[in-house]
């Protein structure tokens, strides 16, 4: 593992970290922010490995599709996961009549987690 994806993966850790204090304390939107980042990190922190490096979302998610999750590196719901937490981060921090729940916040978070426990398995 490079320095460089050790730094990202510690900030996608920080932003975890981040995305539970905040739901405990009620902030669903901005939890699911987090937990989107935290995904976004990972997937960044994996296309290092490959020798890849985007900075805009899209990109990154894109190629997390085309380098990793098509091939079968990791499980193709991942790529969905990041799909969806972008979506819903979108929502939360742009469309502010409508709410993030709680229910959708911990699944993000959970889901975080689970990009998490990926990251380290390929590093």
């Given amino acids: 593992m490079t320095e460089e994806q050790r730094e990202i993966l510690s ?11 905040l739901q405990s304390e009620g902030f669903h939107r901005f939890a699911a922010s987090r937990a989107y980042y935290a995904m976004f990190y990972g997937a960044q922190a994996l296309l290092e490995g490959e020798g890849v490096s985007f900075s805009k979302h899209s990109a990154v998610i894109a190629a997390f599709a085309e380098c990793l999750a098509r091939p079968g590196r990791v499980p193709v719901e991942l790529h ?8 819903l981060r979108h929502r939360g921090d742009y469309a502010h009549g409508e709410r993030v729940t709680a229910g959708q916040a911990q699944e993000q978070i ?4 689970a990009v998490s426990s990926r990251r380290r398995a390929v590093s």
């Fill in 80 to 87: 969905r996961f990041l799909i969806d937490a972008m979506a």
């Fill in 11 to 21: 900030t996608a850790a920080q932003s975890l970290d981040a995305a539970r204090l």
């Fill in 110 to 113: 959970e889901r975080a987690q």
